[in-house]
């Protein structure tokens, strides 16, 4: 059974850093994509940033130069290191897995709040 778990949100100021991470578990299925999405008030869900398990990142045009994301396949991990946070960061941050046989897993959700 799949499972997503994310950790590492919460509230910063502004110029502040936070670190997410999310661990996904599949029955032994591979992973094909791993990245981050979110979703602020009143707004559709957006890409943050994805990487494949060649490593080959993707940004949004919003985050590139603050965040960074990274991956360890051994362990099915992928972390989104966010600095220089903005207030227009402020959303809900979803883990995504694209599975190589199976399709996608979404995690339930991290808030990350900035604000003074």
């Known amino acids: 059974q799949v499972h997503l778990v994310e950790s590492g949100g919460g509230l910063v100021q502004p110029g502040g850093s936070l670190r997410l991470s999310c661990a996904a578990s599949?029955?032994?299925?591979?992973?094909?994509?791993m990245g981050w999405y979110r979703q602020a008030p009143r707004k559709e869900r957006e890409l943050v940033a994805t990487?494949?398990?060649?490593?080959?990142?993707v940004y949004a045009d919003s985050v590139k130069d603050r965040f960074t994301i990274s991956r360890d396949n051994s362990k099915n991990t992928v972390n989104l290191q966010m600095n220089s946070l903005e207030p227009e960061d402020t959303a809900v941050y979803y883990c995504?897995?694209?599975?190589?046989?199976?399709?996608?897993?979404w995690g339930q959700g991290t808030q990350v709040t900035v604000s003074s």
């Open positions: 599949g029955g032994g299925f591979s992973i094909a994509v």
């Open positions: 995504y897995v694209r599975w190589v046989m199976i399709g996608v897993s």
């Open positions: 990487i494949t398990s060649g490593g080959g990142p």
